[in-house]
């Protein structure tokens, strides 16, 4: 949809031909261009899901530019040359509309918009497969959502708890952790669970979120495939000191992996570090001003810490 | 100024402006049944909190110069973003609109006041009521409500203190009364609208503005009182320990997301929708050309009042919503996109081959237009699923609707001051300020949302208090952006003091607009065409056409410029 269709109803010469000829040309590659450059506005890609996110944003971005500077040309020409001079009260010309050019542009936008929907529902379809994600409460059993058919055997399920406001993953091995370690290239099965309120588990160089739900297990999937250290966040607002809960990812060689599980269960089980705790503990310090809030749950019992301080890939 | 008219001393006890005599400051600050009192009560109010909400903001932005918690704590933090959300929506947005309807229905349909102006001033002082009730929460134990507008359980329900009165309390107090406020202005309005068009004007001659205004306030009517059901429930669970969303007691949180999102999705759209006949009223005006597809412009409003009901849980991809309903809420949530690009293409069809005149309202409506398609592109980005899995509750979210409702629909709320303001003050703005308050609301509204959206796709949740530092570039841009639209509004605010106090005298009709509202004096008196309500023969802007809008013109011209 270029906003320089108006000129054809009106004067149909040879020179505005060529002119909303070349400004298409130029905005097509313009959009090429812009749906190119999204990879540097997003974290690297580390799961299997990342790709398609990826993918369908680049698509956006390129119809989105295409559309947008089409518009801003049309804006743009009328600010150049359709502007009054001082003092000229004259009207401009008296079009009260076009049935052609309204019908036209109801069914494209109509067409574009309904083509990315389809587009997406198939991407959501893939990712289903990839993720898998069933909502189970308290109670009834779970039923998978999508094809949840993994091809080799998957990791877990690791149990992912959320608290006010710590993270803690809890091993089939019996394993204790605040840092999520996960084998590359293998599906990885979660179940999300919230001990008090609303919170997100998302690892933005997945390109997944999914919200904890107290009350409810929510069955979830992934599958990691880069090897590095990656921050996750808790993106659904959880209170007090919310921006303060988060924590590491770590994709590592199934053999690292193996070798952290075992070593993990040498260590004793401690009290992990904790952010929120000890903004709450300095808060006391000083006279504990500030808004009311909730004192942070206690820290789990842990036998890895993560340490927030080391430097992360995305 | 002194008045150039004689005029009988009794007027100054009038409760309503007459024309040439001095003012009456009094009448602002009573129960005043007359809708252009209201309209400009409401507007001052709304104003006075979008420089409250502001304050609020730039206190964030201070925060989040740099990435820890260092400037207040986290919790203090949590209360300020609350309250700037809360402030925006229900005490600035909300409002400022309802002053113009207040301000422009009546004249541009030819009535002579609402149809109810009792209830209309009742729904007026609400406005001030639960506007002290909110600011009487930074001052209970514990602070205001710090769960964010949405207000989601069971955050929103934890009441650390366990006082009966506290900060979420009152929040929701503040809520449901300004749904009744709200409520009262939307049986006003669609009354007003339905029933007291001036002859002759049928629907299809009835201005743009008056449709959306229609348009949106069905929306209130229908979604408001899902609102309210659901506030009522959350305040129960808070204060009269029942289990509605709490899952201990066999509650569903997720319960409370539908029944907030069912009616404040649709609410962006009655903020958005007068907004968009703004639009349509000032840019036929500077382009000196009729709107382009009138009809389907205003059809189009109402297939957004439609599509508007049906889409809310694209605020809930992420929550634990099955696949199925996500599918079908895209799609719907891509639909409305459809009339909403309708509109935005007879705009640009508008300005086509127009004569454009770059006053001031103009400015702001162009600017705004252009901001609102950048907008509707990350909206459509948002409906699409695996996209919104990503950068949903980011500041990609953030940037998404500052974009329309800062950069669009407040840009909209100050074309609509300067455009209209010497109608109903009689006094002219100064243009050169106007521009200049442009100039730096422009640069300022891209400096402070733009860079938004690159933290969101590099992955900053929302609602931080403290952030990674690889987000610092961003927000140190955002910062700066914010602290220059607080500069923009000096040059605002002089503007409107002075020209009112002091400003050049407005006559009849200085845009050379076509409109019912301009054939009457400005100000317009009290029961606006009184017994002489012109007949309508055509529709609205009617530029180049060469047509009258009404029968006997040229006398309803010389009636508007004697009063005067
Ligand atoms: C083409 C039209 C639009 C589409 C497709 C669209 C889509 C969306 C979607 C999907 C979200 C949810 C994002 C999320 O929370 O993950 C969203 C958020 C939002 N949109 Fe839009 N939008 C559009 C236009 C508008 C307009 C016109 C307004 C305002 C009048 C608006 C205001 C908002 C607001 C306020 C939010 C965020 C609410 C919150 O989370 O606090 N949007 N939009
Ligand atoms: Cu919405």
Redesign the pocket.
């Known amino acids: 949809m270029s906003g320089e269709a108006p000129t054809r109803p009106f004067r149909p010469d040879p020179a505005a031909i060529a002119l909303v000829a070349i400004a298409v040309v130029l905005n097509l590659l313009a959009s090429l261009w812009m749906s190119r450059q999204v990879h540097d506005w997003l974290p690297v890609q580390a799961s299997s899901a990342a790709p398609y996110v990826d993918n369908l944003f680049a698509l956006e971005t390129g119809i989105g530019t295409f559309i947008f500077l089409g518009c801003a040309c049309v804006m743009g020409w009328t600010i150049l040359f359709n502007r009054a001079p001082k003092y000229d009260m004259d009207d401009g010309a008296p079009i009260e509309g076009n049935l052609r050019l309204e019908i036209v542009w109801t069914l494209v936008p109509l067409l574009i918009v309904m083509a990315i929907a389809v587009h997406a529902i198939q991407v959501n379809q893939v990712l289903a497969t990839l993720e898998g994600k069933v909502r189970v409460s308290s109670g009834s059993e779970a039923v998978a959502v999508a094809g949840s058919a993994a091809s080799d055997e998957p990791v877990g399920p690791i149990q992912v708890i959320g608290r006010q406001w710590s993270w803690e993953f809890i091993y089939p091995e019996g394993v204790h952790s605040t840092e999520l370690h996960l084998p590359v290239d293998r599906r990885a099965r979660l179940e999300l669970i919230s001990m008090d309120v609303l919170h997100g588990f998302y690892v933005p160089a997945f390109r997944l979120k999914q919200d904890l739900v107290p009350g409810s297990v929510i069955a979830y999937a992934l599958t990691p495939t880069r090897e590095g250290r990656y921050r996750l966040r808790d993106s659904m607002f959880s209170g007090g000191y919310f921006s303060a809960n988060q924590t590491d990812v770590v994709v590592e060689s199934e053999d690292a992996y193996r070798a952290w599980l075992t070593d993990a269960l040498r260590r004793p089980l401690l009290p992990a570090a904790n952010a929120a705790t000890e903004l709450w503990q300095l808060r006391q310090e000083r006279g504990d001003r500030g808004w009311a809030t909730v004192p942070p749950a206690p820290p789990p019992l842990v036998h890895v810490d993560a340490d927030p301080a080391t430097p992360h890939d995305a | 100024m002194s008045p150039t008219i004689p005029f009988d001393p009794r007027v100054l006890r009038a409760p309503h402006p007459v024309p040439g005599a001095p003012d009456n400051w009094r009448r602002f600050f009573s129960f005043n049944t007359d809708a252009k009192v209201i309209g400009i009560q409401y507007i001052a109010v709304s104003l006075f909190f979008l420089l409250v909400g502001g304050l609020l903001a730039m206190i964030m932005r201070g925060e989040l110069l740099t990435p820890p918690a260092d400037l207040v704590d986290p919790t203090v933090y949590n209360g300020l973003y609350t309250m700037h959300g809360t402030v925006m929506l229900f005490l600035f947005l909300f409002p400022v609109l309802n002053g113009f309807n207040n301000l422009l229905i009546p004249p541009m349909i030819g009535a002579p006041d609402m149809a109810f102006p009792r209830l209309n001033a009742a729904a007026f002082w609400l406005v001030p009521l639960f506007g002290v009730i909110l600011m009487a929460s930074f001052l209970v134990p514990g602070g205001p409500s710090g769960s964010g507008?949405?207000a989601y359980p069971p955050v929103s329900t934890q009441n650390p203190l366990g006082h009966f009165i506290n900060g979420q309390f009152l929040w929701i107090l503040a809520v449901a009364l300004s749904g009744v406020s709200s409520i009262m202005g939307a049986v006003n309005f669609c009354t007003t609208i339905i029933r007291m068009r001036a002859p002759g004007m049928g629907w299809f001659r009835m201005p743009i503005f008056c449709w959306t205004a229609l348009a949106a306030q069905t929306i209130q009517l229908c979604g408001l009182p899902v609102l309210t059901a659901g506030a009522v429930m959350l305040l129960f669970d808070l204060s009269f320990g029942t289990s509605f969303f709490q899952p201990e007691g066999g509650g569903d949180p997720m319960l409370y997301q539908h029944f907030f999102w069912f009616y404040s999705h649709p609410a962006?759209?009655v903020?958005?929708l007068p907004i968009f006949g703004v639009f349509s009223e000032v840019f036929p005006v500077y382009a000196r050309k009729p709107l382009f597809g009138y009809h389907v412009v205003a059809i189009a409003s109402f297939a957004i009042t439609f599509l508007s009901l049906i889409v809310w849980v694209?605020?809930m991809?992420y929550s634990g919503t099955p696949q199925w309903m996500r599918n079908v809420f895209m799609v719907t949530?891509?639909l409305?996109?459809v009339p909403?690009g309708i509109k935005v293409f007879a705009w640009l069809g508008t300005l086509w081959r127009g004569k454009l005149r770059l006053t001031t309202p103009m400015l702001f409506c162009l600017g705004g237009l252009f901001n609102f398609i950048f907008?509707?592109i990350t909206?459509?980005m948002?409906?699409t699923v695996p996209v919104?899995i990503h950068?949903?509750?980011t500041y990609f979210?953030v940037g998404?609707?500052h974009t329309?409702?800062f950069s669009t629909?407040t840009y909209g709320v100050f074309a609509a001051i300067y455009h209209w303001f010497p109608k109903f003050t009689g006094r002219m703005t100064y243009e050169g300020l106007g521009q200049l308050h442009f100039v730096l609301t422009f640069a300022g509204s891209q400096l402070n949302f733009l860079p938004m959206h690159w933290a969101g796709l590099m992955g900053m949740p929302r609602r931080v208090a403290s952030y990674d530092p690889e987000f610092a570039g961003a927000n140190v841009l955002a910062s700066l952006g914010a602290f220059l639209l607080g500069v923009a509004t000096l040059p605002f605010l002089i503007n409107i003091v002075s020209s009112w106090a002091r400003g050049a005298k407005a006559p009849a009709n200085p845009w050379q607009a076509i409109g019912l509202e301009w054939l009457l004096p400005s100000p317009p008196p009290a029961e606006n065409f009184g017994e002489h309500v012109p007949v309508v023969i055509a529709g609205p802007y009617g530029y180049g056409l060469g047509r009258d809008l009404v029968e006997n013109q040229e006398s309803v011209v010389q009636r508007s410029l004697k009063e005067a």
């Open positions: 507008w949405w962006v759209y903020m958005v694209h605020h991809f949530t891509m409305i996109a909403t907008a509707g909206g459509i948002l409906a919104d950068v949903g509750n979210v998404h609707f329309v409702i629909i």
